[in-house]
């Protein structure tokens, strides 16, 4: 068997809809930045006799964690045909992806499972924070009416990017990339209008996935939520709002109302370069030396040193729910302040493969 690593083939798009979509023709849709005309993702492919019979797409990118940029790949719509299962073929796709994600200097990488066991015992370990809101749609007189809401138009596309870009915390995505992104199949967008001003904009829904969720938002919180509240009138069921951590002017409106934050993981990851991490650490903890070796990130201060592995390095970068004990016992070894770990990466659903 073959492992090739190409742009999107109608074959293996028939392979991923067939056993992800029930056989339907939209992933090529759903996913534009993998499957659309010049898009910067790519398929890692399984093929036998030159049919693909595994496939999963990688898509490089940077997450923006404030001041700092973690250059990472993405991996989803991981599949193999039920008759070629139990082989192995979805490891040596994933065990390929790595590899050319390591030698594109990607820090690690980053998936959603639908079953973390089977990505655990390869050594994938959860990773940063997600924060959802249940809403129920007796809150709706409790959101707030700021404005007009309205569906989102095509010519919204530009004011849209440009209140993604005002997130700390996003994927860097170009405006023809978030363009493309708008147009999922499946969502339904809301954008807040104020003297002819687009001011926020929230979208609910994505193809197969994220029905009933509201995934991806910006604008300031009142106005968002404002958005949120015509998606929540128009249903019978509750709809999830998805944050990211630092999304605390909604935390702050939701806490006032009592409504609990069920805070979760972002997702699976697994550290590919140790090298790619030393500037990612100085840059978040100036006070600390950074250097590796093989196996290991050393880590120096004026109390004395710690050595950590590549899960523990991983772990220090984005521990999930950014939990702070492995970054605490860093600091009492070496007597350096890591008041900047973890960080908090977020992927906002759009930019989910």
Request: glycine share 10%; with cysteine; charged share 20%.
């Amino acid at each position: 068997m073959a492992v090739l690593v190409h742009e999107a083939t109608p074959a293996a798009e028939a392979l991923l809809d067939s056993v992800l979509r029930d056989g339907a023709h939209c992933l090529g849709e759903e996913f534009p930045l993998v499957f659309g005309e010049h898009a910067p993702g790519r398929l890692i492919t399984v093929e036998e006799e030159g049919r693909p019979v595994a496939a999963l797409a990688l898509l490089e990118r940077i997450l923006q964690c404030g001041s700092h940029r973690l250059p990472v790949g993405l991996i989803g719509s991981v599949a193999t045909d039920p008759a070629y299962r139990g082989r192995g073929l979805a490891t040596r796709a994933l065990e390929e992806a790595q590899a050319v994600l390591l030698r594109s200097g990607a820090a690690f990488a980053l998936l959603w499972a639908d079953d973390p066991q089977f990505y655990a015992a390869r050594g994938w370990i959860p990773v940063g924070t997600e924060v959802d809101y249940v809403l129920s749609p007796e809150l709706v007189p409790l959101l707030p009416e700021r404005g007009r809401v309205r569906p989102a138009r095509s010519d919204d596309a530009t004011a849209m990017h440009a209140l993604y870009c005002a997130h700390e915390t996003r994927v860097e995505r170009s405006l023809a990339e978030s363009r493309s992104l708008f147009a999922a199949p499946g969502m339904r967008t809301l954008v807040l209008e104020r003297e002819g001003v687009v001011c926020a904009y929230a979208c609910e829904g994505r193809g197969a996935d994220l029905q009933g969720v509201v995934h991806e938002w910006s604008g300031t919180a009142l106005d968002v939520l404002t958005a949120v509240r015509v998606h929540l009138q128009s249903r019978q069921d509750p709809l999830v709002l998805m944050c990211p951590r630092d999304a605390r002017g909604i935390a702050r409106y939701f806490g006032v109302l009592g409504l609990e934050a069920r805070v979760g993981i972002l997702g699976m990851g697994k550290l590919l370069s140790l090298e790619a991490c030393v500037p990612i650490i100085e840059s978040a903890c100036p006070d600390l030396g950074v250097s590796f070796r093989p196996g290991e990130l050393v880590l120096e201060g004026p109390g004395g040193r710690a050595c950590l592995n590549e899960e523990q390095t991983l772990l220090l970068l984005a521990a999930p729910r950014g939990a702070r004990e492995l970054a605490a016992a860093v600091e009492g070894l070496t007597g350096c302040s890591l008041s900047g770990l973890p960080l908090h990466p977020f992927c906002w659903g759009l930019d989910s493969i």
